[in-house]
Every structure is written in structure tokens, then in C-alpha cells.
């Protein structure tokens, strides 16, 4: 379900919202977030967020597809080329970038959380499809070992990846900062080409 008509909220009404949202989202999860929080610290009455969102659903699908349009402008997944020219340097780089998103901007956290937040029911559809392009060019460059079946390092690496993010979004920033480049070596180190004697 698609918020009903958000995009008749002045545009700065509508980002507050959103980011209440998420902060309510992120702090109690779906199931026990209150939506008369949001209502109240908005100043917005029940009946015009209903007019505007129409369910708790629909803001949960409002945020999300804010936020993580925003999130993946900013992290700017390379390109198939940019992987083929410096394939481990270009993950590090991405890695970096999101960490930096969320020291600049907390809600980038958030939408993190609720993410992880199994009753958001997080689609990881779009992350499994681009594992497996970014798997197909690690493959293809030597940087990603042949040794198993292409879709089985896409399973593994978005089971690591998902568990490295679940364990980031709520660790502070300072931590997530300083085993970045460890997550990045765990991550290289399952998907390396296995060595031959």
C-alpha cells in the first residue's frame, strides 16, 4: 500500500513527518511504534494523517522508499566498469560511504533499523540482484573465487552483509567506524579465490 497523498504536505511537513516516522519506527519497531507520538509531535491531526498516509503500513512504505532513495544517491553503487578496474577498493569505498551517511544524517540509521526490523518485511530482493551482478564482475576479474556456484557466494554474502549491517545500525558509530575495515577483510576473505599449492 502507497501513502495516499503525501505529496500534497508542504514539502518540509512531509520530510518532519517522515523523520518522526523513522525515529518512532527505528526506537520501538512496527509492531509497538506509536503512531499518535508522530500524530502529536507534528501538531497533525488524526483524520489529516489518515487523509495524507491512510495506514501504519503505508508510512512504514513512505519512509522507506524516501530514505532509501536518498541513501542510495548518496552511497552511489559502482558500476560494473568501477568494479572490474578496482573491484575490492570500490566495495571498501561503498562500505565507507554508507558509514558516512549515517554519522551525517541519523535518520540513515533508522531506516537501517527498520530494515532489520523482520516485521517491516524488508524486501532484500534488491540487494540479492545486485550481489549477483557484483558477484558476476568479482568472478569475472579474479577478485571472487570459482570454486562455488556463483548463486551460493550471493546467498552467503548477503547473509554476512545482512549480518554485518544488523550488528552496525546499532552499534555506535565510533565502533562501526573502527571494525569497518575488519567487516570489509571478513567479507573478502569468504569470497577469496581459494589458493592452489
Given at each position: 500500500m502507497v501513502a495516499r497523498d503525501l505529496s500534497s504536505l508542504?514539502?518540509?511537513?512531509?520530510?518532519?513527518?517522515?523523520?518522526?516516522?523513522?525515529?518512532?519506527?527505528?526506537?520501538?519497531?512496527?509492531?509497538?511504534?506509536?503512531?499518535?507520538?508522530?500524530?502529536?509531535?507534528?501538531?497533525?491531526?488524526?483524520?489529516?494523517?489518515?487523509?495524507?498516509?491512510?495506514?501504519?503500513?503505508?508510512?512504514?512504505?513512505?519512509?522507506?522508499?524516501?530514505?532509501?532513495?536518498?541513501?542510495?544517491?548518496?552511497?552511489?553503487?559502482?558500476?560494473?566498469?568501477?568494479?572490474?578496474?578496482?573491484?575490492?577498493?570500490e566495495i571498501t569505498a561503498l562500505a565507507e560511504r554508507l558509514l558516512q551517511?549515517?554519522?551525517?544524517?541519523e535518520v540513515f540509521w533508522q531506516l537501517g533499523r527498520m530494515w532489520h526490523d523482520p516485521a517491516t518485511s524488508a524486501d532484500g530482493d534488491?540487494?540479492?540482484?545486485?550481489?549477483?551482478?557484483?558477484?558476476?564482475?568479482?568472478?569475472?576479474?579474479?577478485?571472487?573465487?570459482?570454486?562455488l556456484p556463483a548463486d551460493l557466494?550471493?546467498?552467503?554474502?548477503?547473509?554476512?552483509i545482512t549480518s554485518l549491517d544488523a550488528w552496525g545500525v546499532h552499534a555506535p558509530s565510533r565502533d562501526a567506524r573502527e571494525l569497518l575495515p575488519a567487516q570489509v577483510a571478513a567479507l573478502r576473505r569468504l569470497l577469496a579465490p581459494t589458493e592452489t599449492a
Open positions: 508542504d514539502p518540509g511537513r512531509r520530510d518532519r513527518l517522515l523523520r518522526l516516522a523513522a525515529a518512532e519506527l527505528a526506537e520501538r519497531g512496527l509492531e509497538h511504534a506509536s503512531l499518535n507520538r508522530v500524530v502529536t509531535a507534528l501538531g497533525m491531526s488524526k483524520s489529516s494523517f489518515y487523509h495524507h498516509v491512510g495506514s501504519r503500513q503505508a508510512l512504514v512504505e513512505a519512509v522507506i522508499d524516501a530514505f532509501g532513495t536518498r541513501l542510495v544517491e548518496i552511497i552511489e553503487p559502482p558500476s560494473r566498469q568501477a568494479l572490474r578496474a578496482d573491484f575490492w577498493g551517511a549515517g554519522e551525517q544524517d534488491g540487494l540479492r540482484r545486485w550481489l549477483t551482478d557484483v558477484v558476476d564482475v568479482g568472478r569475472e576479474v579474479g577478485a571472487i573465487g570459482r570454486d557466494q550471493v546467498r552467503m554474502s548477503a547473509a554476512v
